[in-house]
């Protein structure tokens, strides 16, 4: 196994300000179920990530409540998507992201219905779209 210095570590992004920031000024892409706003660490102020961050990818994921109304339902959901984002690291271990912030659409009544399946591969899809666009941006 390689040693841990040469891989991102993906931690929480905390605090309103860098919240607000990773969903407003991140670049959009979508899929069937989810949107990600993606933070370039070249489009990164100052105020975008906790200091000593720039090694660090990090990861919000927001369900709005009226969309899944019970908190179980919820937190699988996100629970899935950062774990699908682990792999996908763990696949892509630099990736040109300081912040990802994804947002759920899909209205999910009951925890059965939020399988790994099912959402594994949007998120796949999404950071497929938007590592595609960095690196062609990149390449210019």
């Not at 009544?109 to 899809?125: C, F, L, R, W």
Request: a positive charge.
């Amino acid at each position: 196994m390689w040693p841990s210095l040469f891989f991102m570590k993906m931690r929480a992004l905390k605090g309103r300000a860098q919240i607000t920031s990773a969903f407003r000024r991140g670049r959009k892409f979508a899929s069937q179920t989810i949107v990600v706003h993606c933070r370039s660490k070249h489009q990164a102020r100052e105020n975008d990530a906790p200091q000593g961050g720039d090694k660090d990818l990090f990861v919000i994921c927001a369900v709005r409540k009226k969309q899944v109304p019970h908190a179980v339902t919820r937190n699988r959901i996100k629970r899935i998507v950062r774990e699908s984002v682990r792999a996908y690291l763990k696949e892509y271990p630099s990736m040109p992201f300081m912040t990802l912030a994804f947002v759920w659409q899909v209205t999910m009544k009951h925890h059965s219905e939020a399988q790994t399946e099912q959402i594994k591969p949007q998120v796949y899809d999404v950071l497929n779209l938007a590592m595609q666009y960095f690196s062609e941006k990149q390449s210019r």
